[in-house]
């Protein structure tokens, strides 16, 4: 992954599927399932989480009135722009609600995976198409 990045640097015009495409390593059903991977994992992450999220905060009036104070600050009008710089730092309760959120409920405790070939993990063999799941936390 270091020398993909390195690869990109040198040509900055390349997609970072361009560089997979180009790269002589990696077969196109590899290339097929890191897209997909990336592609899901970015829907699947978002929706999630805006649903916890929408739901604690549906249910605390308190928690709905701090962060429509603070949204009023950085959005007087609704048709102003927000900066980076105040999503940033003018909305600490809202950016204290979301990490409360990912807290409570994580996107992931882990990642699956199948086997393509029979392998060792950890002293213990692991044969090929085996589903495999490894926890990040327990």
Known sequence: TVELIAKMMKH?????IDQYLKNPKLDVKDIHAMVSDLLLAGVHTTSFTLAFALYHIS?????????????KKILP????????SAMNSQIPYTRAVLKETLRLNPISVGVGRICNKNIVLGGYQVPKDVRNFLLYEI
């Open 12 to 16: 900055p015009g390349d997609s970072l």
């Open 59 to 71: 249910n605390n009036q308190n928690v709905q009135n701090l962060m429509f104070d603070e949204a």
């Open 77 to 84: 009008e609704i048709n102003d722009e927000i900066s980076q």
